[in-house]
């Protein structure tokens, strides 16, 4: 695995439980290097990000000891054990470990590099990570050219480290989890009174528009991870916890023809909600989406 972090000169990296600074290129650099992936959090980190909510277009693993937790779009691992078990899952290469202080101080050994923000100022943090520059094993791999944020100097360097510690690794790898990841491109269904059809079509909606819309609790990790697992994305894909574009279109056009047909975003699900429970009929459907 990896990981990303914007330090001071010190190595600190943030005082009162938040950030020692924010730069937008900084931001950005992180958004780049992490969109598409899977990143590790504590439960603190969690909520700082805005809203409190998971990091969009990521898959958020966060580690969590609180009985029951569930949260909307994430996986809550419920001890070490746990989230060392789902980090193997995935390619060391998709993973990065995204903080806060004690998950870094932690996860560090098992990462092969680090992508460190180097600021060149003193934040006065209450939270540090290991210098780097002082830890056997690990040397730059890279170096960006030095840049400037309103006169503060800053630059992009990735640490390497020799002998990363290994993490068991699951047999069957995830290695697209594109269904959870991929901009949710509209799918068009047909308004068919068909009570079967509309209750499937319902929860494949919802797990295509909102992959693990309910959250994954420590205590599914805890069953998922029992015995040889399956690839992630194919665990929740048979839950339907996520869909594919192609599979929710294809169990539509089944139907295609029976009934007039109709193309849904995200904005428009509780519309079909209400139709598939039976609450308003397939010409109430048309009109709420000609609004």
């Known amino acids: 695995m990896k990981l990303i972090v914007a330090v001071d000169e010190k190595w600190g990296i943030g005082r009162n439980g938040d950030l020692l600074l924010s730069i937008p290129d900084d931001m950005l650099y992180y958004r780049a290097t992490t969109?598409?992936?899977v990143v590790v959090m504590g439960y603190t980190t969690l909520l700082s990000l805005p809203k409190s909510k998971p990091a969009p277009g990521r898959l958020n693993l966060v580690l969590a000891d609180i009985k029951g937790l569930r949260v909307p779009g994430a996986v809550v691992c419920g001890s070490?054990?746990?989230?060392?078990?789902?980090?193997?899952?995935?390619?060391?290469?998709?993973?990065?470990d995204i903080g806060g202080g004690s998950m870094y101080r932690q996860l560090l050994p098992y990462c092969s590099d680090a992508h460190i923000t180097k600021m060149r100022f003193d934040g006065e943090a209450d939270t540090y990570i290991p210098n780097l520059d002082e830890l056997?094993?690990?040397?730059?791999?890279d170096e960006s050219e030095p840049k400037d944020h309103e006169g503060l100097q800053y630059s992009f360097v990735v640490?390497?480290?020799?002998?990363?510690k290994p993490l068991t690794m699951a047999e069957d790898l995830s290695t697209d989890m594109s269904a959870y990841f991929k901009k949710k491109e509209p799918v068009t269904i047909a308004l068919v009174d068909d009570e079967g059809y509309k209750a499937e079509l319902k929860t494949l909606l919802h797990a295509y528009f909102r992959p693990l819309e309910n959250g994954f609790s420590a205590d599914e990790v805890e069953e998922y991870l029992d015995g040889e697992p399956i690839a992630f994305e194919t665990y929740l894909k048979e839950r339907r916890l996520t869909a594919s574009f192609?599979?929710?279109q294809a169990y539509a056009d089944r139907y295609v023809g029976q009934g007039e047909a109709v193309?849904?975003?995200k904005e428009e699900l509780e519309v079909i909600d209400a139709f598939a429970d039976g609450e308003i009929t397939a010409e109430d459907v048309i009109s709420k989406l000609k609004q």
């Open 35 to 37: 969109r598409g992936k």
């Open 80 to 96: 070490m054990e746990q989230l060392h078990g789902m980090i193997g899952c995935f390619h060391p290469d998709e993973v990065f």
């Open 263 to 265: 193309t849904v975003t």
């Open 246 to 248: 192609d599979e929710v």
């Open 159 to 164: 640490y390497h480290n020799e002998a990363p």
């Open 136 to 141: 056997d094993g690990w040397h730059v791999a």
